[in-house]
């Protein structure tokens, strides 16, 4: 079989696209990222790209908007992607793409879904609302995309305990670093074929 082609898209830091690189390079993930896209020009997940060698593409904004939906659709099919990773990607993904690769998009998202996700929360404002609701615990999601923001069917979660002493900041931290677990892991079990979706629960399938 041979190597799925991998798309990720980037807003920001793309500590998650580091997280991903180092799988790959340690032979966990058998895959290529042969794309990074990114909205934003000083977006540092383009650098860590660009230091891999991984070609980057960066889509302007002051393009009309039917332009950029229609440019990104072009770029991701002529570059024949398997699975595009949402990683810190701020912008909403076009209907038309998300069509396109229904069951073959995904997100990660830093609260456990459905809290604390959807319009408005992004970035420390997530962790912001988790403190002052008084949770006691977290974690992170990964999703596959549809129409509605941060709903998609869940493909893994993973949770940890948020404790007096935490801050958003704190939080934010901790959350990190089961995204660096998750994230990987999920790309992992799609590159393996061991994804398969019902309804709005995903199954995944043992390893044989
Ligand atoms: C992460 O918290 C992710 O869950 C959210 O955006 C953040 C991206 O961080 N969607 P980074 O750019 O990977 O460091």
Redesign the pocket.
């Known amino acids: 079989m041979s190597k799925k082609r991998i798309a990720v898209l980037?807003?920001?830091?793309?500590?998650?696209?580091q997280a991903i690189i180092n799988q790959i390079d340690r032979g966990r993930i058998d895959a290529e990222i042969t794309l990074v896209i990114s909205d934003k020009v000083n977006a540092y997940?383009l650098v860590r790209a660009k230091n891999q060698n991984i070609p980057t593409y960066l889509l302007h904004e002051d393009v009309l908007k039917d332009d950029y939906n229609q440019k990104l659709l072009d770029k991701l099919q002529s570059e024949k992607i398997d699975l595009v990773v949402?990683?810190?990607?701020l912008k909403i993904l076009p209907a038309k793409i998300i069509e396109h690769y229904r069951n073959r998009i995904i997100?990660?998202?830093?609260s456990l879904i459905p809290s604390f996700c959807g319009k408005g929360y992004?970035?420390l404002k997530v962790h912001e609302a988790a403190i002052e609701y008084g949770v006691k615990v977290s974690g992170?999601t990964v999703h596959f995309v549809d129409e509605i923001a941060d709903h998609g069917p869940i493909i893994l979660q993973k949770s940890l305990e948020v404790t007096n002493e935490d801050d958003p900041q704190s939080l934010?931290k901790k959350?990190?670093e089961i995204?660096y677990e998750i994230l990987p892991e999920t790309i992992r079990l799609f590159c393996e074929d061991r994804i398969q979706v019902e309804g709005r629960r995903v199954i995944i399938k043992q390893e044989e």
């Open positions: 980037v807003s920001g830091s793309g500590t998650n696209l997940g949402l990683a810190g990607y997100n990660i998202h830093p992004y970035g992170a934010q959350v990190l995204e």
